[in-house]
Structures are given as C-alpha cells and as structure tokens.
C-alpha cells in the first residue's frame, strides 16, 4: 500500500520522492515494452477513436451496402476461381447474383452499386480454363 502524503509537504515533491525511490529500487528496469515507441502515435485526433479501435479488434466495418456488396462481389470471384468444383462455382456465382438484382431493384442510399449480374456460364468457362492450364 502507498503511504500517505505527510501535512505541509507539497503534493507534486511527495510523488517526486516516490518515483525517485522506484527508479532506486528498480521498479522500472523491466517493464514490458520498454524502449519501444507507443501504439496509436498519430497526431490527429478523432473524438470516436476508442470506437473505431474497438471495431478493428472486432474484425468489423461499417461500408454502405453498395459498397459492402461489391466487396462481397468481389469475393464470391475469388471464392468461386478457386472452388473444387463447377457445381461450388455455380452456386457461389447464383448466389452473389440474386444479391446484386435484389439490390439493383431496391436500391439503398449511397453510392451506386455499378454492377451486373455475372453470366455464370462466363465464369464456369473462366474457372475450367484456370485449372486446365
């Protein structure tokens, strides 16, 4: 436990003393991450940082849907040019599909979606060249 500050001796001497007796002690030789700069060191501030850190270790964004969806779009591509079969293409491809006309026929607020439904068969015959060669 600390001790008490004694009456009449100033607040900022009697911490003063205190941290001058660990260093003595060897209270600080080995703390970790000693020597190493601090996390997060940026100049700007931004009031919701703890928010937008908390949602990095949470693996999780906030994109407009449209954007969100050509992401997604741009996944099931890569997801279906290295599927194990055509029926896994197909699949992963109608899927991706019913989701861009859903929102190509409700379209959400922000940016524009700017993509067409893939022709499957394009796909199926881009996917079997890819293991072919």
């Known amino acids: 436990m600390t001790e008490r500050k004694p009456p009449g001796v100033s607040f900022e001497s009697f911490v003063d003393k205190q941290i001058r007796d660990a260093e003595a002690r060897g209270d600080f030789t080995a703390l970790p991450g000693v020597g190493r700069p ?52 197909r699949q992963i491809i109608t899927e991706i599909n019913g989701k861009i006309r859903e929102m190509m026929f409700k379209p959400p607020p922000g940016p524009p979606l700017g993509l067409k439904p893939y022709d499957v068969d394009e796909v199926v015959r881009e996917w079997a060249a890819r293991r072919e060669g």
């Not at 100049?43 to 940082?49: A, G, I, K, Q, R």
């Not at 050509?70 to 997801?79: F, P």
């Open 38 to 89: 601090l996390r997060g060191d940026d100049t700007t501030y931004d009031e919701l940082w703890w928010i937008k850190q908390k949602m990095a270790r949470e693996g999780m964004s906030v994109l407009p849907p449209t954007l969100a969806l050509r992401k997604e779009a741009e996944d099931a591509l890569a997801a279906a040019a290295s599927a194990p079969s055509e029926r896994v293409v």
